[in-house]
């Protein structure tokens, strides 16, 4: 059945079925093959889209940016300081304007009713580049990675999650896992699992029966066993600063090494990674909590630089999947 997704805007991947899912996989992995042999099909010439930033990024700024550009567009940035959204001006007004100027709204902030309200007022595609709740473009990016380096389907994949079960990467990994079928299993304490949103998690159980998959959420290591994928975050997310001390003894038992890899049982275990990580203390806020003896590495620096490890082929695939987004969308 022909997909369309022309002038939808991409929220989360809730709003999707698994087949507009495949598409925009399938099109991530033929525009990146397209660019891989110098292809250049300018699909999004004389198109417009504007970036807001409430949060800094890397990955995303970069990866919507050279997308983008790639495909013909042109960018405009705007982060908290270069706009008056929702200081001098509503975020309803704000939304108003930006949809007469630009063809297409990138938002990367904190609340999921900011992405919402800007598709709400808008008139344009709006995709969601990060929230507190969500982070999908990063799951599209996952799962073509899992699809380039690990011989099954989708949905007959595992993934363990260890570390902080209620942030947003467990979340959007949840909502991805059940609408493509897959097993995912978010590992960690139980302290934080009753802090989950449990409204949003019975939905997630739910589409992920209709689907055949399974979610599961447990603090039982045992959970490694065969796992394809173990997938790493950061332990505080930004504006949690504060909270370093004690969510690093909370979950430094979840802290991926080599024995979580030998725990799988599986010799071609992948470690993946939304980035940034702190697997070393090359960095200055690494540095600065070791010097106040508190290790805040979520995983050990042999295993992020191993053989297992696909973390940096994960993040090229920003660029590809966010790139399959835009042009699914406007195009």
Request: glycine content about 8%.
């Amino acid at each position: 059945m022909a997909v369309n997704l022309k002038g939808r805007s991409f929220l989360t991947l809730m709003d999707f079925t698994p087949g507009e899912i495949r598409y925009m996989l399938d099109l991530g992995h033929d525009l990146k093959s397209k660019r891989r042999a110098g292809i250049c099909d300018p699909t999004l010439k004389g198109k417009h889209i504007v970036l807001l930033f409430e949060k800094t990024s890397t990955r995303t700024r970069c990866s919507f940016e050279v997308a983008a550009t790639q495909e013909g567009a042109h960018v405009t940035y705007l982060d908290s300081g270069s706009s008056q959204m929702g200081k001098k001006e509503s975020l309803e007004d704000s939304a108003k304007v930006l949809g007469r100027f630009f063809d297409g709204i990138e938002y990367r902030g904190f609340d999921q009713k900011v992405v919402e309200d800007l598709a709400k007022y808008s008139g344009v595609p709006v995709w969601n580049g990060l929230t507190d709740l969500d982070h999908p473009t990063q799951i599209l990016a996952d799962m073509m990675t899992i699809e380039e380096h690990c011989a099954k389907p989708l949905n007959k994949v595992k993934v363990v999650f260890p570390g902080d079960v209620r942030n947003n990467m467990c979340y959007a990994w949840m909502i991805g896992a059940a609408k493509m079928g897959m097993h995912f299993v978010g590992l960690g304490p139980e302290e934080l699992a009753r802090e989950m949103d449990h409204q949003l998690t019975k939905k997630i159980f739910e589409v992920a029966r209709e689907n055949g998959g399974l979610i599961e959420i447990t603090d039982d290591m045992g959970c490694l066993k065969d796992a394809d994928v173990i997938y790493g975050d950061i332990w505080a997310s930004m504006g949690e600063e504060d909270l370093i001390p004690k969510r690093s003894e909370l979950l430094s038992p979840y802290r991926v090494t080599e024995e979580t890899l030998k725990a799988t049982g599986n010799k071609d275990v992948l470690y993946m990674h939304c980035l940034p990580s702190f697997h070393d203390f090359e960095t200055k806020l690494a540095k600065e909590w070791k010097d106040k003896g508190v290790d805040i590495r979520e995983v050990t620096d042999e295993v992020f630089r191993g053989r297992h490890s696909v973390v940096f082929d994960e993040a090229e695939n920003r660029m590809h999947s966010i790139k399959a987004v835009l042009v699914a969308t406007l195009a």
